[in-house]
């Protein structure tokens, strides 16, 4: 069975400094897709970042990047110049190509000022 | 477009009675799909459905019961509440083939 971890119950950093948010999957899979997902205190889920397991090249989206690791089956987030509204839940998340979502625990992140 | 829709907000139920959670959408995606969140986890699949007619049990299915009788709407039917169904319920859809869930704004849900 697939299983998402994430190491990181809590953290936190300083506004306008570099975070860095782990996850490790469990899969036999060959295709499939991860995701990023943050839930701020309105309980929103919202999207972050996806990767296609099938591309190599690493997503980036504006201050959020990842460093996708498919041999080691790790899938870590970056957020670049956080900012007090960076403060959330981050959840980790794999999909099959059945397109059933495994959530990992979260990891709860507080920004700073 | 309104999006994903979920009602109530809140409820507050009693051991033993039953409720549904409704949620609709407008985007007209073919795939549905009901989760629980609870606190200090993360998202567990309940249901989903591929589209009108269909349904599937996801992780947690017990206690619970859905139905799609068209695309739009994916109630959620709590038949004997328990204190084990306290939880924030998420609905989601996606349109199939982009991999991509669109998530509504749950309903918290008390069982005393």
């Known amino acids: 069975a697939q299983t998402v971890t994430q190491s990181q119950p809590e953290m936190s950093v300083q506004e306008a400094e570099t975070v860095t948010l782990s996850c490790t999957y469990d899969?036999?899979?060959?295709?499939?897709?991860l995701f990023w997902y943050k839930q701020p205190p309105s309980r929103q889920m919202i999207l972050v970042i996806r990767?296609?397991?099938?591309?190599?090249q690493n997503a980036t989206e504006n201050r959020f990047s990842v460093n996708f690791q498919k041999a080691a089956k790790s899938f870590s987030l970056k957020i670049s110049d956080s900012q007090l509204g960076d403060t959330a839940m981050y959840f980790c998340?794999?999909?099959?190509?059945?397109?059933?979502?495994?959530f990992g625990k979260g990891t709860r992140l507080h920004i700073l000022p | 477009n309104a999006g994903v829709t979920q009602t109530p907000k809140f409820r507050i139920l009693k051991i033993g009675q039953s409720m549904t959670l409704q949620c609709a959408q407008d985007?007209?995606?073919?795939?549905m799909y009901w989760y629980r969140q609870d606190p200090g986890m993360g998202l567990k699949l309940i249901y989903y459905?591929?589209?009108?007619?269909?349904?599937d049990k996801g992780e947690v299915p017990n206690g619970y019961n859905v139905s799609r009788s068209t695309t739009e709407d994916f109630p959620l039917r709590l038949e004997l509440a328990a204190p084990s169904q306290t939880s924030v319920y998420f609905c989601?859809?996606?349109?199939?083939?982009?991999?991509?869930?669109?998530f509504g704004p749950g309903t918290r849900l008390t069982v005393l």
């Open positions: 990767q296609e397991a099938y591309k190599q």
């Open positions: 985007m007209n995606h073919n795939y």
């Open positions: 899969t036999s899979e060959n295709n499939y897709y």
């Open positions: 989601a859809t996606e349109l199939a083939g982009l991999s991509e869930q669109f």
């Open positions: 459905s591929v589209g009108a007619g269909i349904t």
């Open positions: 998340a794999f999909m099959k190509e059945d397109d059933k979502i495994i």
